[in-house]
């Protein structure tokens, strides 16, 4: 049972341009999510995260987007550059309980061509 | 400030042996989680650690184990190991379920 899908295995986009790339999850009860960036050889890489109580969050140039009702976060990045090319993860969290952990999508290939 | 280290970056066992990973969390965070990335997988989640405690486990055979130490440092213990244990195993920390985590570059686990 997967509950954080990201559906697009890859993204190709011109630098300059924007980047959006997209996850679903399915349990109700996740009220934390965050967006990592991975090179190859790399950890993860922690870039933003949006609590359940907000709809967007930005830092620089990457914003989060959340729709509680659809189940739906988007990470934005304008403007997208070259060295933004990596595997990108959503992950999820329901915290507050003994069960805590971060359910991960399988990732999104960013490739940002100049 | 320094980042998750983890060691040793790989390691080659053959099946049936025993392997240990090592992993420092950031100074300050108490809790220490455990990852697999197995190929074509994504992340899966092991194990977390919180102020010398499990606190909670994936769905692993108990053949994989791990503790954490007084200064927050944690091992992950694989015994018996498989083919399909060849993977990438992360470690990362945090202050708290309210802060993300910070991980470790991983370390390299092939089993042949």
């Known amino acids: 049972d997967q509950q954080v899908k990201q559906n697009s295995p890859s ?14 999850y399915t349990n109700s009860m996740f009220d934390y ?6 090179y190859p050889a790399e950890g993860p890489t922690f870039l ?6 907000k709809d967007k969050n930005e830092d620089g140039r990457f914003t989060v987007f959340l729709n509680k009702s659809a189940k739906h976060l988007s990470l934005h990045i304008v403007p997208s550059q070259p060295g933004d090319s ?7 969290s329901a915290r507050g309980g003994s069960n805590y952990k971060l359910t991960f999508g399988k990732g999104t290939l960013l490739t940002v061509n100049p | 400030e320094a ?49 010398g ?9 108990p053949r994989f184990s791990g ?17 399909e244990d060849s993977a990438l195993y992360l470690c990362a920390s945090s ?13 390299r686990l092939s089993i042949l």
């Open chain 1, 86 to 92: 990596a595997v990108y993860f959503c992950a999820a």
């Open chain 1, 33 to 38: 999510f965050l967006w990592y960036k991975k």
């Open chain 2, 3 to 51: 980042g998750v280290t983890q060691s040793p970056t790989h390691l080659i066992k053959t099946r049936g042996q025993q392997v240990t990973l090592r992993c420092s969390p950031i100074s300050g965070h108490t809790s220490v989680y455990w990852y697999q990335q197995a190929l074509g997988l994504g992340l899966q989640f092991l194990l977390w650690y919180d102020e």
């Open chain 2, 53 to 61: 405690e499990e606190r909670n486990r994936g769905n692993f055979p």
């Open chain 1, 48 to 53: 933003i995260s949006i609590s359940s109580i």
């Open chain 2, 67 to 83: 503790r954490q130490f007084p200064n927050y440092s944690s091992e992950l213990n694989v015994n018996a190991l498989e083919l």
């Open chain 1, 11 to 24: 993204l190709s986009v011109q630098e300059g341009r924007i980047s959006i790339l997209n996850c679903d």
């Open chain 2, 95 to 107: 202050y708290s379920q309210d802060q993300p985590q910070h991980f470790g570059d991983g370390t």
